[in-house]
């Protein structure tokens, strides 16, 4: 028999639980002059992760950047940046949808190098030295297709000017629920289509044929902590092919993006990357666990006793049943269900639940009804503690008591 999932969804989108895939994110884009080749090194890094102080009434952080580039082995430039930000409203100190973005440039030459961030993060003595990236500047001259840049499909403003925001996640395609564009500079501007072939696992996923460009001179810039990318007349001017909403269409995972036309082809390659990815996701046994909350144990069982290879496979294809929004491989619902579940399984779990359990009772009614708007804490007549979780909007109340005083809240009465 199927099961209805009746997530109730009585909550702005708010983050539980979540950490962002990565502590920073640092992202590397060659630009182009018309004297010198350039390399934009930008990086993002959420409030969350910075150390904020108090002083009166605001909360302030700061964070340096220091970039090595080495080629063969020897030091050839250095150059740091850092950034800092204040704010009066203390939650957003622990905020994972506020950033820290920063840039800085550096004029190279053709040719492969290593470059090693290390980040330094005020009101700490920590210094963080960040895995060495290796990047080769291309021979423009030789080069008719550019590598793609992620950008936001919104459009930033910038002194009232419309711009395009670099998304600025380490040249990763965010697989989200918001839109994000693929921009592709291409330095002839007489050519005005393109092939564009998504390739994954060695097999195309589809192709598209492009004729949506525009012919400008660009470059990544700083605004009002933001990165974008606006008009510069030493900039080389190229035609940007916008490919809309594309990350709307690819799943997780390593893609190949093939770019061509009559005289020139080019691959580039990137991660398409859950960004904001819930915890429990990252083990997919437990996240099989939590369909208890849905289907039931048995079916949880049966789902386990598959190989456990491919558990997050067949867990993607089941929400993919139930998914809302058949247009985009981003399943909201999932996010949404496993979004609250990060949030119940680390508030709500206990030294008392059976082994191999983590779905009690709290846990199941959170995941299915999200945060109660009043939760009052009381005792039974046998002095047991217990919990009332009240959710007014659907005229609904759950009794909890910690019956053994081990913290373990069963669920009583509905």
Not at 45 to 70: G, T
Not at 225 to 242: E, G, K, M, P, V
Not at 258 to 264: A, E, F, L
Request: glycine fraction near 2%.
């Amino acid at each position: 028999m199927k099961h209805a999932i009746f997530l109730f969804l009585i909550l702005p989108g708010i983050i539980f639980g979540q950490r962002l895939s990565k502590p920073i994110y640092i992202e590397l884009n060659d630009l182009v002059s018309e004297n010198e080749t350039e390399l934009a090194i930008s990086f993002k890094i959420p409030f969350s992760n910075m150390v904020f102080v108090k002083d009166v009434d605001s909360y302030s952080s700061q964070i340096e950047l220091n970039i090595e580039v080495w080629q063969e082995d020897v030091v050839i430039h250095r150059q740091s940046t850092n950034e800092t930000v204040i704010t009066r409203d203390y939650n957003l100190t622990t905020s994972l949808e506020y950033f820290v973005e920063g840039l800085l440039k550096i004029p190279l030459q053709p040719g492969s190098y290593s470059i090693i961030p290390t980040v330094n993060l005020s009101n700490t003595d920590k210094e963080v030295r960040l895995a060495p990236i290796k990047h080769t500047v291309p021979e423009i001259s030789k080069e008719t297709i550019l590598k793609p840049i992620v950008v936001y499909d919104k459009l930033a403003l910038c002194n009232d000017e419309e711009v395009f925001n670099l998304s600025n996640f380490g040249g990763s395609i965010p697989f989200s629920k918001f839109p994000f564009d693929l921009l592709i500079p291409v330095t002839d501007t007489s050519i005005t289509n393109l092939k564009i072939d998504f390739i994954q696992d060695d097999s195309l996923l589809f192709s598209i044929k492009s004729d949506e460009y525009f012919t400008e001179s660009l470059t990544i810039t700083e605004c009002e902590n933001q990165i974008i990318l606006r008009h510069d007349n030493s900039a080389q001017t190229n035609n940007y092919f916008l490919l809309r909403s594309i990350n709307y269409s690819l799943s997780e995972g390593e893609i190949s993006v093939k770019i061509s036309n009559d005289s020139s082809t080019m691959t580039s390659e990137f991660n398409v990357e859950w960004i904001d990815k819930p915890n429990v996701l990252n083990n997919s046994e437990m996240a099989i666990e939590l369909l208890e909350v849905i289907e039931g144990r048995d079916f949880v069982f049966d789902m386990l006793n598959n190989d456990s290879d491919y558990y997050y496979e067949n867990l993607i294809e089941y929400w993919k049943q139930k998914d809302p929004v058949k247009e985009t491989k981003f399943n909201e619902l999932m996010n949404e269900f496993y979004t609250r579940a990060d949030y119940a399984v680390r508030t709500f779990s206990s030294l008392g639940r059976k082994k191999n359990r983590i779905v009690n009772d709290r846990v199941k009614i959170y995941v299915k009804f999200g945060e109660p708007d009043e939760m009052k804490r009381t005792s039974t007549i046998n002095n047991q503690v217990a919990e009332i979780w009240i959710y007014p909007k659907i005229k609904k109340e759950f009794l909890f008591v910690d019956e053994n005083g081990t913290g373990e809240f069963n669920l009583k009465s509905e």
